[in-house]
């Protein structure tokens, strides 16, 4: 009989997997823990059993389970599709209501379980995709280009900073106000107040009136 790849027959009508495919089949398993018991409920024995391996085979892959549950809540985030509104305001709204809609969600209170079981450990910081600076400002720096190509920004906007301020102070909100959403007022104030006049402020634009106008 023809076998699959990363499969070996132990004994008759049993298969072991090996390699890729029994991380796979781990990261499926944490995957489903955290979807269904947040990561305080994932546990190693839990995801062994569910994925059909011991856990050594855990351990073997991720030395404990904050780095497990990291892998895994990589693999459930989706990337939303960048807005595109025609307008640089328009699409700085819409990133900060994903970003409220996603802090809010099933799945961002397992980031937020992460994010306080990681504490200062920057190796897992960098490792959740929102927290990711280069992830977090990506986005941020599509609207942006796109503003520069339309007229309505200097290319000098284009700066990692910039980008990120806007959904640096929406998290900043998190944290003050200790809910996991932010009042849409808050997200107009946040673009209107903030984001839009510092982005005005990198360089000339084409001319006054038509970067205001653009803008708004």
Same mark, same amino acid.
Request: positive net charge.
């Given at each position: 009989?023809?076998?699959?790849?990363g499969?070996?027959?132990?004994? =008759?009508?049993?298969?072991?997997?090996?390699?890729?495919?029994?991380?796979?089949?781990?990261?499926?398993?944490?995957?489903s @823990?955290?979807?269904?018991?947040?990561?305080?409920?994932?546990?190693?024995?839990?995801?062994?059993?569910?994925?059909?391996?011991?856990?050594?085979?855990?351990?073997?892959?991720? =030395?404990?389970?904050?780095?497990?549950?990291?892998?895994?809540?990589?693999?459930?985030?989706?990337?939303?599709?960048?807005?595109?509104?025609?307008?640089?305001?328009?699409?700085?709204?819409?990133?900060?209501?994903?970003?409220?809609?996603?802090?809010?969600?099933?799945?961002?209170?397992?980031?937020? @379980?992460?994010?306080?079981?990681?504490?200062?450990?920057? @190796? !897992?910081?960098?490792?959740?995709?929102?927290?990711?600076?280069?992830?977090?400002?990506?986005?941020?720096?599509?609207?942006?280009?796109?503003?520069?190509?339309?007229?309505?920004?200097?290319?000098?906007?284009?700066?990692?900073?910039?980008?990120?301020?806007?959904?640096?102070?929406?998290?900043?909100? !998190?944290?003050?106000?200790?809910?996991?959403?932010? =009042?849409?007022?808050?997200?107009?104030?946040?673009?209107?107040?903030?984001?839009?006049?510092?982005?005005?402020s990198?360089?000339?634009?084409?001319?006054?009136?038509?970067?205001?106008?653009?803008?708004?």
């Amino acid at each position: 009989m023809v076998r699959e790849a990363g499969e070996r027959r132990t004994e =008759p009508g049993r298969t072991r997997r090996r390699g890729a495919a029994l991380e796979d089949a781990i990261l499926d398993a944490a995957a489903s @823990e955290l979807a269904e018991s947040g990561f305080a409920g994932m546990t190693m024995d839990k995801v062994a059993a569910r994925a059909g391996t011991n856990k050594n085979a855990l351990y073997r892959r991720w =030395p404990h389970r904050l780095a497990l549950g990291t892998a895994a809540y990589k693999r459930l985030a989706t990337t939303a599709p960048v807005p595109d509104t025609g307008g640089l305001r328009g699409d700085a709204l819409e990133l900060l209501r994903q970003a409220n809609r996603h802090w809010s969600s099933p799945l961002g209170a397992v980031l937020r @379980e992460l994010l306080a079981a990681a504490g200062g450990a920057a @190796e !897992f910081l960098a490792g959740l995709q929102d927290q990711s600076g280069e992830a977090a400002a990506a986005p941020w720096l599509t609207v942006l280009g796109r503003a520069v190509a339309r007229g309505e920004a200097a290319p000098e906007a284009l700066h990692p900073r910039v980008a990120t301020v806007a959904v640096v102070l929406l998290r900043n909100e !998190f944290v003050v106000r200790g809910v996991p959403s932010a =009042p849409d007022d808050v997200l107009v104030e946040i673009v209107d107040e903030v984001f839009l006049p510092l982005v005005r402020s990198r360089g000339a634009g084409p001319s006054a009136a038509g970067t205001s106008a653009g803008l708004r």
